[in-house]
């Protein structure tokens, strides 16, 4: 796993995509980063009837987003460093495209050979858009390389404790060191845990093993395990991060493993774990 280099910012200028791009920036200048800064802007369906109309508004639509983008860019370094001491100023490429989000990022992250997303959360729907937002779970699950998703409502930017939430997958010891390797410049704790609940299937490997198996690898990050058991594998999360407090909780793909134990379960509140702290969802 190579250190990340370029880092694609998705934006729709709302507060929740600048919160997001300002996490990013701060991430960047820790890694060592560029950043492609994307607003994606949809065809003019209303006037699709009138080829040319939709033409236009689709080409005001962009210019206007082309002007707000260097202010957008302008703004959240200005605060940022109001707050933070930066050890490079992270170079930022604004781009402005039309189409899909999902489409579009998915694109971009092999075009530009991006090695990670970046963005916020928004809006509530159901299941997984519960927790992220439909635009957010889509690029979820298209996505090339991994997502770092950052909630709207974080109070502080940092990355000193890391969780990993394993569900003992025989591919999990990789995975685990991939998000090592790729977060080693934050000199961070890194705490595997696995919740085991009633709804557990038979495991390829147990904890213990996996603890022997990554003793003799260098994970560049000081590691320790955890497991704990609850009924109910988001609170059990929850606890944990709480306990810990857990700066950055990492998972291992949108479509299978812990992730998909808590998106394919009924969700009948916004999970507090995925409002208050960012997640990165590896590929």
């Given amino acids: 796993m190579k250190h990340i280099q370029k880092i694609i910012v998705p934006t729709d200028f ?3 995509s600048s919160r997001a791009f300002s996490y990013a920036l701060w991430f960047a200048d820790r890694v060592g980063a560029s950043i492609d800064l994307l607003h994606i802007v949809y065809p003019g369906t209303d006037v699709m009837d009138f080829p040319a109309m939709a033409a236009q508004v689709t080409k005001v639509q962009v210019e206007t987003a082309q002007q707000v983008m260097q202010a957008f860019t302008n703004e959240a370094l200005t605060r940022l460093q109001s ?9 930022v490429r604004p781009r402005v495209d039309v189409g899909t989000p999902a489409t579009l990022v998915s694109a971009l992250a092999k075009e530009l050979e991006s090695d990670l997303v970046v963005m ?6 159901n299941r997984l858009e519960v927790a992220f937002g ?6 979820l699950k298209r996505s090339p390389v991994p997502v770092l998703v950052v909630p709207s409502e ?3 930017i940092q990355i000193k404790t890391l969780g990993y939430a394993t ?3 025989e591919s999990d010891p990789y995975h685990i060191w991939q998000a090592a390797q790729m977060l080693s410049p934050f000199n961070a704790f890194l705490k595997i845990v696995h919740v085991r609940t009633s709804f557990d299937d038979k495991k390829n490997i147990d904890l213990p093993a996996l603890e022997t198996f990554l003793a003799g690898k260098d994970l560049a990050l000081q590691v320790s395990f955890h497991e704990s058991t609850d009924t109910d594998i988001e609170e059990g999360l929850e ?3 709480s306990l810990h407090k857990v700066d950055l909780l990492i998972m291992y793909s949108p479509k299978r493993n812990v992730f998909e134990r808590i998106g394919h379960r009924s969700l009948t509140r916004k999970m507090a774990l995925f409002s208050h702290i960012p997640i990165l969802v590896m590929k």
């Fill in 167 to 169: 569900s003992l997958d």
């Fill in 239 to 241: 606890n944990f991060v």
């Fill in 120 to 125: 916020g959360t928004r809006g509530e729907h």
């Fill in 134 to 139: 439909s635009v957010t779970t889509a690029i």
């Fill in 14 to 16: 709302s507060e929740s």
């Fill in 154 to 156: 974080l109070d502080a």
């Fill in 83 to 91: 707050t933070t001491d930066f050890e490079h100023v992270p170079v």
